[in-house]
């Protein structure tokens, strides 16, 4: 018996997204501490360690943890060939269309994927509790295993651990497998048409392959969030600006004063993705480097940067006539030297 459309969709996609994860970080861990404001990252991928790696195993040897080195580990030489295996295994399933062998595969996949994180989490375990004696810093009791997922205090760090792209599109990957089980077993008549049901697994999939680009501005909450420049409460959109560097980390300005002086403090900050709020709305963020400016003396804004930013140029325009100027772009904007700072 030959599978449905369905489950052969679902299984060719299952096997698109295992292909995928090999080109994208599967986890990632962020450590964050005063002396390094920007915080470090480490990146897991099926076959390498990427990110702050040198600095990390320099702090690393004060305490006495092994040093990272991407030749310790035997699982970066396995994986990527599990995963093309598996790959292989979800073509030939929907290409022979037995009903035992999905199941087989399932089963299969799933447990790959239980033995991988308990796999991951002793490595954790031994790389915070297996310390050198001699380490120049010893705390007794103190071990520095990093958290499997979310939150962990280390020392002055504040340690985060998430999933990645890779590890994402690889629950995608399960998530399919269950479906297309489901829909050979019969269970999903009871909930709506199969192609109801593929639409949705199908917007998952892109779904996930969206999440390796940019992953957009953080919506500003207003008399919430405070500037990471001046420390004022930021209480008008309009005027807003973010910025999220390569690392990911954000940085909410209440004013293109403040983002201004913050790209001069730190070099540009190259890599960095960069958001402005549309002058024409209440409270939405647009990319920077496409929208149209207006500067003026007769723009009040919270911080005195005198900057107002369009989505549309038409909008830009027309204030930029009505103050007597031209618009501007963003080049122009980000070379230009600060105004003057004036009180909320």
Known sequence: ?????????????????????????????????????????????????????????????????????????????????????????????????????????????ITFGIVS????WKWEYDYGHDLNPNAAIKVPGMAYQPPLIGYKKLLNFG???????????LSGVGIFLIIAVLNEGGYLKKFGKKQTIGTVAMFLLFFMLQSCGNRGPDPIQLNKDTCSSCKMSISQGNFAAELITKKGRTYKFDDMFCLKNHIKENAGEEGANFYVGDYTKENELIDATTAWYVQSENISSPMGGQIAAFADKAAAEKLAAQHQTQIKSWNDIKSSAPAKETPK
Do not use: C
């Open 1 to 109: 018996m030959k599978f449905s459309t369905l489950t052969k969709g679902l299984l060719i996609m299952a096997a698109v997204a295992a292909v995928a994860s090999l080109f994208v970080p599967l986890w990632t861990i962020y450590l964050d501490a005063p002396q390094y404001p920007e915080g470090l990252k480490l990146q897991i991928w099926a076959n390498n360690l990427t990110g702050n790696i040198d600095v990390i195993n320099g702090l690393n040897h004060y305490i006495g943890m092994k040093t990272l080195r991407v030749e310790d580990f035997i699982e970066f030489k396995v994986l990527p060939y599990f995963l093309v295996g598996f790959a292989i295994l979800f073509l030939a399933t929907a290409f022979i269309g037995r009903k035992k062998l999905l199941y087989i595969v399932f089963w299969s996949f």
């Open 159 to 169: 340690a985060f651990a998430m999933p990645d792209v890779g590890g994402w599109l």
């Open 117 to 120: 994180i308990i796999d991951f």
